[in-house]
């Protein structure tokens, strides 16, 4: 019996998901392709019979980017109303319930597929990042209780999963001569289908203090196009790579064990199934090196396939046995406290596994090792600025392991010098600013969260300079320290001394007393309530999404005497709009 398993994935993560219920699919006699939602014909799917759908919601309630065309054409009007009865369906959500709109888009989806007449065979999964597992504490049952619904419509066998010892891979490596022609990488998208621009980096500086506990940088990028421009809100997706110091550990570890490969081995991917997909990445042969430089994300936390994966040669039983209980459901507390808590990367867990990393092939790593995926940066100016900006802190931070966690895009950005050319792809922000240039828009932007209300800002009064009648501009923004981390202080000092600006600063640790962004508001209650009710302000608020997205909202419905009736109608109507991360 035919399955189709289609994914709307950003980082990756539902990608994953999506893969291990289409290997169990196989193990259990189905057969169908696993695909992301751009590689489907949406008007194909009144042919389908059966389809599971893993969809991550990303920011506010927003459908992963290789969704939107789907989605798009899922809510034409034009579709008849029962046109997909013959559809039954399974829906998988990963969310983050930090987030007001929680799981959102597999929310949205799944009572849209039913308004057109498909039937669910199971209720909705909503995996939450918030979990202490993670998206397996629902992913893990719910894919199981899929199963079992599944039983009575195909008559499939279940126990044929837990006997089965069919290997389901998605690749085929072949080896080729060490002087084989290979294609340059640096610098290419691999997991993006438009067009990269091409960008100078102008100026790379830190932006917060030297002593201070983080490292702030503000990247001013030149394209090299004419084409090139953008809207406020939008963002700049780059293409990672790899530290030359994780490169270096990787293949230590690869001569350490005397594996027959190195950097210099050449292969060729091929999709081992009809219905896999093969990514861009593996488009052209490649050695190891690039692999390991350009391709595989060497700092990722594993997932339980890489475990499985690693298990597969090992001659150790011990080691066996341990990596093949974290990666079943039995073991998930094991994985958590060995895995997730202290952010073991690959690399460790490769260190950790000797006997398994001794026997590995070419065919396992190709297998195992999740694929870099980009980076989105909000946008910090408008494009007549003439130059691309971008404000970016770097993560860094410590577990109980010995070396600290390092983001691996921020720190690769980190690194790059004044005149490197650097890569990247606009694409549209969540955003959605009033065309109406006269009515009032409220900021509240603490740290990195002010990046895109510089590039509206900016907008705004070049519009004014060229003669249009601009609302006021409002700004709510929030740091630890004015010496310290006070971003684009030198803007805010300008357009407060132009009175282009209504700027509200608060420093949480320069007084006894700590001041964030909602006392603030909360101290201007009568000025910004005259702003939303008689003037029809919009608010935006971007930052982190830990507690002070909801302590912004609780202090605006303060603020207009608790109707909080008022401030969801805002919401639906887009004139409160939020763009966080976690």
């Known amino acids: 019996m035919r399955l189709l398993v289609l994914y709307g994935s950003q980082t990756g993560t539902a990608q994953d998901v999506a893969e291990q219920i289409w290997r169990e699919s196989h193990q259990l006699g189905f057969q169908g392709p696993v695909l992301p939602f751009d590689e489907y014909d949406m008007t194909k799917l009144i042919e389908e019979r059966l389809v599971v759908f893993v969809v991550a919601t990303t920011g506010d309630g927003v459908e992963p980017d290789n969704m939107k065309l789907a989605w798009r054409f899922l809510l034409k009007r034009s579709l008849p109303a029962q046109s997909l009865q013959g559809v039954q369906f399974a829906c ?28 669910s065979v199971c209720p909705v999964g909503l995996c939450d990042d918030q979990h202490d597992y993670g998206h397996l504490g629902v992913s893990l049952s719910w894919t199981k209780d899929l199963w079992t619904a599944l039983k ?24 080729l001569p060490k002087d084989s022609q290979i294609a340059p990488m640096d610098n290419l998208l691999w997991s993006q289908k438009q067009a990269a621009h091409s960008f100078k980096i102008l100026d790379n500086q830190r932006t917060t203090a030297v002593d201070h506990f983080q490292d702030v940088r503000f990247l001013r990028l030149q394209g090299k196009t004419e084409d090139l421009g953008w809207e406020p809100g939008d963002v700049l997706d780059v293409q990672p790579q790899n530290s030359d110091e994780a490169v270096q550990t990787f293949f230590d570890l690869v001569r350490e064990h005397s594996l027959n490969f190195d950097e210099s081995t050449v292969v060729e991917v091929s999709s081992a199934h009809q219905d896999m997909p093969l990514p861009i990445a593996y488009s052209n042969p490649l050695n190891l090196l690039q692999a390991a430089k350009f391709v595989w994300d060497l700092s990722a936390k594993p997932r339980q396939r890489f475990l499985e994966v690693l298990a597969q040669n090992c001659g150790d039983e011990m080691e066996k046995e341990k990596l093949l209980e974290f990666s079943s459901a039995e073991g998930i507390d094991d994985l958590v406290a060995y895995v997730n808590r202290p952010r073991r990367n690959l690399l460790e867990v490769l260190e950790d596994f000797r006997h398994a990393t001794s026997s590995l092939t070419l065919q396992q790593l190709f297998e195992m090792m999740p694929l870099i995926q980009p980076r989105s940066f909000s946008i910090a100016s408008d494009v007549s600025a003439l130059s691309l900006d971008l404000l970016v802190a770097v993560v860094e931070y410590k577990t109980i392991m010995h070396t600290p966690r390092l983001g691996l895009c921020s720190n690769w950005l980190k690194t790059l010098k004044s005149g490197t050319e650097l890569r990247g792809v606009v694409k549209r922000g969540t955003m959605v600013w009033p065309k109406d240039l006269s009515i009032p828009l409220i900021m509240v932007g603490p740290g990195t969260g002010i990046a895109p209300f510089r590039s509206i800002i900016q907008n705004r009064l070049y519009a004014q300079s060229k003669g249009a009648t601009i609302g006021p501009l409002v700004v709510f923004f929030g740091c630890r320290n004015k010496a310290a981390d006070f971003h684009f202080g030198n803007d805010f000092s300008t357009w407060t001394y132009a009175k282009q600006v209504e700027a509200h ?7 006894d007393q700590k001041v964030y962004v909602q006392h603030l508001i909360a101290k201007n209650a009568s000025h910004l309530a005259r702003l939303i009710k008689d003037l029809n302000a919009y608010i935006y608020v971007a930052g982190n999404s830990n507690n002070m997205p909801k302590s912004v909202k609780e202090a605006f419905i303060e603020i207009l005497n608790g109707d909080v009736d008022y401030v969801e109608l805002m919401i639906k109507k887009r004139r409160y709009q939020e763009e966080t991360w976690a």
Do not use: C, M
């Open 505 to 511: 600063t608060a420093f949480s640790r320069d007084q």
């Open 152 to 175: 009575g419509i195909s008559g499939l066998d279940e126990s044929k999963l837990s006997n089965s010892h069919q290997t389901i891979v998605k690749w085929s490596v072949k080896e």
């Open 92 to 119: 998988l959500g990963l969310g983050d319930s930090s987030y007001p709109k929680f799981n959102f888009a597999a929310k949205k989806l799944s009572k849209r597929l039913q308004n057109l007449g498909a039937s």
